[in-house]
Protein backbone atom coordinates (compact mmCIF):
# COMPACT_ATOMS: atom_id res chain seq x y z
CA UNK A 1 0.00 0.00 0.00
CA UNK A 2 1.24 3.53 -0.87
CA UNK A 3 1.89 5.45 2.15
CA UNK A 4 1.58 9.26 2.19
CA UNK A 5 2.94 10.81 -1.28
CA UNK A 6 4.20 14.38 -1.96
CA UNK A 7 5.39 16.27 -4.88
CA UNK A 8 7.75 17.79 -5.69
CA UNK A 9 10.45 16.81 -3.68
CA UNK A 10 12.55 19.27 -4.05
CA UNK A 11 12.14 22.96 -5.53
CA UNK A 12 14.12 26.10 -5.75
CA UNK A 13 11.97 29.26 -5.68
CA UNK A 14 12.92 33.09 -5.63
CA UNK A 15 11.41 35.71 -3.17
CA UNK A 16 8.25 36.98 -3.67
CA UNK A 17 7.27 33.81 -6.00
CA UNK A 18 4.66 31.34 -5.20
CA UNK A 19 4.45 27.68 -4.49
CA UNK A 20 2.06 25.05 -4.77
CA UNK A 21 3.36 21.26 -2.97
CA UNK A 22 1.04 18.84 -3.18
CA UNK A 23 0.03 15.49 -1.26
CA UNK A 24 -1.81 12.28 -1.45
CA UNK A 25 -2.74 10.68 1.78
CA UNK A 26 -2.61 7.09 2.45
CA UNK A 27 -5.46 5.32 0.74
CA UNK A 28 -8.80 5.70 3.47
CA UNK A 29 -7.56 8.23 5.25
CA UNK A 30 -9.86 11.49 5.41
CA UNK A 31 -7.85 13.82 7.65
CA UNK A 32 -4.59 15.61 5.98
CA UNK A 33 -2.51 17.95 7.86
CA UNK A 34 0.57 20.06 6.57
CA UNK A 35 3.99 20.76 8.69
CA UNK A 36 6.22 22.88 8.33
CA UNK A 37 9.97 22.08 10.04
CA UNK A 38 13.01 23.78 9.56
CA UNK A 39 16.79 23.02 10.76
CA UNK A 40 17.16 22.35 14.16
CA UNK A 41 13.38 22.54 15.23
CA UNK A 42 10.78 20.09 15.34
CA UNK A 43 7.86 19.99 12.86
CA UNK A 44 5.29 22.73 12.97
CA UNK A 45 1.19 22.49 12.78
CA UNK A 46 0.51 24.49 9.46
CA UNK A 47 -3.33 23.60 8.85
CA UNK A 48 -5.56 20.56 9.30
CA UNK A 49 -8.34 19.07 6.65
CA UNK A 50 -10.75 17.30 7.76
CA UNK A 51 -13.47 16.28 4.75
CA UNK A 52 -12.76 19.15 2.76
CA UNK A 53 -12.94 21.50 5.65
CA UNK A 54 -9.82 23.24 7.39
CA UNK A 55 -10.30 22.15 11.11
CA UNK A 56 -7.22 23.99 12.43
CA UNK A 57 -4.78 26.41 11.71
CA UNK A 58 -1.35 27.02 12.98
CA UNK A 59 0.62 30.68 13.63
CA UNK A 60 1.50 31.14 10.01
CA UNK A 61 0.93 34.26 8.05
CA UNK A 62 -2.31 34.60 5.47
CA UNK A 63 0.67 34.44 2.60
CA UNK A 64 0.01 30.38 3.40
CA UNK A 65 -3.21 28.59 2.19
CA UNK A 66 -4.44 25.09 1.70
CA UNK A 67 -7.38 22.92 0.31
CA UNK A 68 -8.39 19.33 0.05
CA UNK A 69 -10.03 17.93 -2.76
CA UNK A 70 -13.03 15.46 -3.06
CA UNK A 71 -10.20 12.39 -3.03
CA UNK A 72 -8.92 13.62 -0.31
CA UNK A 73 -5.68 15.24 -1.29
CA UNK A 74 -4.33 18.15 -0.60
CA UNK A 75 -2.49 20.96 -1.40
CA UNK A 76 -0.49 24.01 0.33
CA UNK A 77 0.19 27.13 -1.74
CA UNK A 78 2.72 30.15 -0.29
CA UNK A 79 2.33 33.30 -1.89
CA UNK A 80 5.00 35.64 -1.81
CA UNK A 81 7.99 33.94 -0.65
CA UNK A 82 10.44 34.98 1.20
CA UNK A 83 13.97 33.76 2.62
CA UNK A 84 12.35 32.26 5.73
CA UNK A 85 10.13 30.06 3.86
CA UNK A 86 12.92 27.63 3.00
CA UNK A 87 12.06 24.81 4.47
CA UNK A 88 11.13 20.77 4.80
CA UNK A 89 7.01 20.74 4.45
CA UNK A 90 5.41 17.91 5.64
CA UNK A 91 1.92 16.42 5.10
CA UNK A 92 0.74 13.95 7.41
CA UNK A 93 -2.72 11.90 6.98
CA UNK A 94 -4.72 10.05 9.78
CA UNK A 95 -7.75 7.85 9.90
CA UNK A 96 -10.38 10.17 12.05
CA UNK A 97 -11.26 9.09 15.53
CA UNK A 98 -10.17 6.61 18.14
CA UNK A 99 -8.83 4.47 15.06
CA UNK A 100 -6.97 7.67 13.85
CA UNK A 101 -4.18 8.48 16.82
CA UNK A 102 -1.20 7.34 14.17
CA UNK A 103 -0.64 10.15 12.07
CA UNK A 104 1.87 8.97 9.26
CA UNK A 105 3.82 11.10 7.18
CA UNK A 106 4.89 11.96 3.77
CA UNK A 107 8.56 12.06 2.57
CA UNK A 108 8.20 16.04 2.34
CA UNK A 109 8.81 18.48 0.10
CA UNK A 110 12.61 20.70 0.45
CA UNK A 111 11.68 24.00 -0.21
CA UNK A 112 14.67 26.74 -1.21
CA UNK A 113 13.99 30.14 -1.10
CA UNK A 114 16.87 32.39 -3.17
CA UNK B 1 6.43 28.21 25.14
CA UNK B 2 7.69 24.79 24.24
CA UNK B 3 4.75 22.12 25.18
CA UNK B 4 7.01 19.31 24.68
CA UNK B 5 10.63 19.51 25.35
CA UNK B 6 13.68 17.36 24.28
CA UNK B 7 16.19 18.60 26.61
CA UNK B 8 19.21 16.14 25.28
CA UNK B 9 20.01 17.59 21.43
CA UNK B 10 22.42 14.43 21.16
CA UNK B 11 22.99 11.22 22.31
CA UNK B 12 25.87 8.41 21.73
CA UNK B 13 25.42 4.94 22.37
CA UNK B 14 27.52 1.79 22.08
CA UNK B 15 26.11 -0.79 19.75
CA UNK B 16 24.35 -3.44 22.02
CA UNK B 17 23.85 -0.91 24.57
CA UNK B 18 20.34 0.48 25.91
CA UNK B 19 19.25 4.24 24.39
CA UNK B 20 16.93 6.08 26.73
CA UNK B 21 15.28 9.25 24.73
CA UNK B 22 13.67 11.92 27.47
CA UNK B 23 10.51 13.96 26.58
CA UNK B 24 8.89 16.28 29.14
CA UNK B 25 5.63 18.15 28.64
CA UNK B 26 3.52 20.71 30.15
CA UNK B 27 0.22 20.46 28.57
CA UNK B 28 -1.69 18.47 30.66
CA UNK B 29 -4.67 17.99 28.35
CA UNK B 30 -2.09 15.59 25.93
CA UNK B 31 -3.72 12.32 25.70
CA UNK B 32 -2.00 10.40 23.58
CA UNK B 33 2.12 10.24 22.96
CA UNK B 34 4.17 9.14 19.71
CA UNK B 35 8.12 8.79 19.11
CA UNK B 36 9.07 9.24 15.54
CA UNK B 37 12.47 8.65 14.44
CA UNK B 38 13.96 10.51 10.85
CA UNK B 39 16.37 10.12 8.80
CA UNK B 40 17.69 13.07 6.81
CA UNK B 41 16.14 14.11 3.78
CA UNK B 42 13.28 12.01 5.11
CA UNK B 43 9.83 12.17 6.43
CA UNK B 44 9.43 11.37 10.20
CA UNK B 45 8.08 7.71 10.48
CA UNK B 46 6.06 6.82 13.28
CA UNK B 47 7.88 4.46 15.53
CA UNK B 48 5.92 3.71 18.86
CA UNK B 49 3.08 5.43 20.52
CA UNK B 50 1.23 5.18 23.93
CA UNK B 51 -2.41 7.00 25.62
CA UNK B 52 -2.21 8.31 28.51
CA UNK B 53 -4.13 5.57 29.96
CA UNK B 54 -0.96 3.34 29.92
CA UNK B 55 2.25 3.74 31.98
CA UNK B 56 3.95 1.38 29.19
CA UNK B 57 4.15 0.24 25.24
CA UNK B 58 6.32 -2.17 23.96
CA UNK B 59 7.30 -3.05 20.70
CA UNK B 60 10.11 -5.41 19.86
CA UNK B 61 13.49 -3.50 20.72
CA UNK B 62 11.16 -0.43 21.31
CA UNK B 63 9.75 0.32 24.46
CA UNK B 64 7.69 3.83 25.96
CA UNK B 65 7.43 4.88 29.46
CA UNK B 66 4.76 7.45 30.42
CA UNK B 67 5.36 8.83 33.55
CA UNK B 68 2.04 11.45 34.49
CA UNK B 69 2.39 12.56 37.48
CA UNK B 70 5.96 13.82 36.36
CA UNK B 71 4.56 14.86 32.83
CA UNK B 72 7.79 12.87 31.47
CA UNK B 73 7.96 9.79 28.77
CA UNK B 74 10.89 8.00 27.79
CA UNK B 75 12.05 5.74 24.74
CA UNK B 76 13.89 3.05 25.56
CA UNK B 77 15.70 1.14 22.34
CA UNK B 78 16.81 -2.44 23.55
CA UNK B 79 20.13 -3.35 22.39
CA UNK B 80 21.12 -0.57 20.29
CA UNK B 81 22.20 -0.80 16.57
CA UNK B 82 23.97 1.29 14.58
CA UNK B 83 20.57 1.57 12.15
CA UNK B 84 19.03 3.31 15.00
CA UNK B 85 20.88 6.51 14.49
CA UNK B 86 18.57 9.16 13.67
CA UNK B 87 16.94 11.99 14.87
CA UNK B 88 13.67 11.24 17.02
CA UNK B 89 11.60 13.33 17.77
CA UNK B 90 8.97 12.79 20.75
CA UNK B 91 4.68 14.12 19.85
CA UNK B 92 1.91 15.04 21.83
CA UNK B 93 -1.60 15.47 20.96
CA UNK B 94 -4.82 15.91 22.81
CA UNK B 95 -8.09 14.21 20.81
CA UNK B 96 -8.16 15.26 17.32
CA UNK B 97 -5.94 18.09 17.86
CA UNK B 98 -2.32 18.82 15.62
CA UNK B 99 0.77 16.92 16.83
CA UNK B 100 2.99 19.36 19.35
CA UNK B 101 6.61 18.32 18.48
CA UNK B 102 9.86 18.27 20.77
CA UNK B 103 12.93 19.28 19.09
CA UNK B 104 14.54 16.39 18.47
CA UNK B 105 17.43 13.96 19.91
CA UNK B 106 20.23 12.59 17.91
CA UNK B 107 21.30 9.42 18.52
CA UNK B 108 24.03 8.06 17.30
CA UNK B 109 25.07 4.29 17.59
CA UNK B 110 28.37 3.41 17.97
CA UNK B 111 29.61 0.10 16.59
Known amino acids: DAGVTQSPTHLIKTRGQHVTLRCSPISGHKSVSWYQQVLGQGPQFIFQYYEKEERGRGNFPDRFSARQFPNYSSELNVNALLLGDSALYLC?????????????FGEGSWLTVV | DQQVKQNSPSLSVQEGRISILNCDYTNSMFDYFLWYKKYPAEGPTFLISISSIKDKNEDGRFTVFLNKSAKHLSLHIVPSQPGDSAVYFCAAKSGNTPLVFGKGTRLSVIA
Open chain 1, 92 to 104: ASRLRGAAGNTIY
